[in-house]
């Protein structure tokens, strides 16, 4: 069975600095999908950016960045210039083929001003 | 432009009670889901419907029950809630797979 496991279940980092939450998953399969998911102190879980495994660029969507790193399985996500609305839970997601997605146990991201 | 509809947002049962969550969708997604958040966790399926007429258990399914009214709509119920099933109850839906789902806005559930 696939698993996804995030170590670090709190972070913090300064308004304007940079930070990287981790993630690393566990898969037989070549051909899969990666996500992360906040979630705010408002509950609604939001997608922040997907990546396919097959690609080998990283995908980036504004200031959040992925470091993809399929031989270790190896799943980062990088957020520049850190503003307070970032502050919530992540998640990271695995999916493969039709089957549901798997979540790790979340990472709880404090921005200080 | 709703999305995924969660009722009711916050509910608080007694030991034994019974009750059911609603979720509905309106994009035409075939796939429908049902997870529970805990701290510490993640997010765990209970469970699923692969397309309308069909439903599948996930990793949590003891003590929940579900039903695929139509292609909108899948109901999660608690026949007897526990203590045990104080939780964030989250229904999604998707439509491929390589696309991630889109979520509810949750149901925060207390059974004392």
């Known amino acids: 069975a696939q698993t996804v496991t995030q170590s670090q279940p709190e972070m913090s980092v300064q308004e304007a600095e940079t930070v990287t939450l981790s993630c690393t998953y566990d898969?037989?399969?070549?051909?899969?999908?990666l996500f992360w998911y906040k979630q705010p102190p408002s509950r609604q879980m939001i997608l922040v950016i997907r990546?396919?495994?097959?690609?080998?660029q990283n995908a980036t969507e504004n200031r959040f960045s992925v470091n993809f790193q399929k031989a270790a399985k190896s799943f980062s996500l990088k957020i520049s210039d850190s503003q307070l609305g970032d502050a919530a839970m992540y998640f990271c997601?695995?999916?493969?083929?039709?089957?549901?997605?798997?979540f790790g146990e979340g990472t709880q991201l404090t921005v200080n001003p | 432009n709703a999305g995924v509809t969660q009722t009711p947002k916050f509910q608080v049962l007694k030991t034994g009670q019974s009750m059911t969550l609603q979720c509905a969708q309106d994009?035409?997604?075939?796939?429908m889901y049902w997870y529970r958040q805990d701290p510490g966790m993640g997010l765990r399926l209970i469970y699923y419907?692969?397309?309308?007429?069909?439903?599948d258990k996930g990793e949590v399914p003891n003590g929940y029950n579900v039903s695929r009214l139509n292609k909108r709509e899948f109901s999660l119920r608690l026949e007897s809630a526990a203590p045990s099933q104080t939780s964030v109850y989250f229904c999604?839906?998707?439509?491929?797979?390589?696309?991630?789902?889109?979520f509810g806005s949750g149901t925060r559930l207390t059974v004392v």
């Open positions: 999604a839906s998707s439509e491929y797979y390589r696309e991630g789902y889109t």
């Open positions: 898969t037989s399969e070549s051909d899969y999908y």
């Open positions: 990546q396919e495994a097959y690609k080998q």
């Open positions: 997601a695995y999916r493969y083929g039709g089957s549901r997605l798997t």
């Open positions: 994009m035409n997604h075939n796939s």
């Open positions: 419907s692969a397309s309308e007429g069909t439903t």
